[in-house]
């Protein structure tokens, strides 16, 4: 009966053992599944500028900063009309873009441009002759209005008003209305039909 008694008490031990080992087996098993599963991970590109070009693309952007600016909404976010203004040409270029900084609201770009003679080639950008108003959301809600500050410049490299088109670049820098904060507009581009 010894013997029985030895093999009898070893029972519980054995059982608290195996207990013991299937709880570290089903443990490592849940850790090893947790950190297995992966996301599924959505790669959103990076914008990006468009080609210069000059062939009524309805392509537009420029860098504010270093941040890359195009339209990216579904809905009508870029135009670009033109018609006379006293004795010149008013070009009105508008780009609308989803804020990077506030995914529930849209940044806003116009540029209002005014010319007794549109020409090919460059033409200075100032308070007497162009109106640039920017407006950025930030992720706390705040808006950021933003307005030409000195002088930029505007190319010309299309102006067709028989086939509509007008396409070119343009640089400047804008200055926050209440901060004072200066961003530089650079790169600029737009290859647009125009509309009236």
Known sequence: M????????????ALNSMK??????LISISIITVFSCKKKQII???????EISSSGLNTFGFMFAKEVWTQNLLVSTLSA??????????LNLLCRRKSPQN?????????KYTNPDVTLGTHELSDTNCKIEVETISA???TREYALAGKGSITFIRWDLKNRI??????????????????AITEGRFDMVLGN
């Open 20 to 25: 013991k080992s299937l709880t570290l087996i």
């Open 140 to 142: 706390d809600n705040r």
């Open 81 to 90: 009309n033109y018609g006379m203004q006293g004795d010149g040409v008013k």
């Open 103 to 111: 995914l529930k609201t849209s940044d806003t770009f116009n540029l």
């Open 166 to 183: 007008g396409s070119g670049t343009f640089s400047f820098t804008v200055k926050e209305i209440t901060t004072g904060e200066t961003v």
């Open 2 to 13: 010894a013997n029985g008694q030895i093999v009898a008490n070893n029972a519980p031990n």
């Open 44 to 50: 959103v590109p990076e914008p990006t500028l468009p």
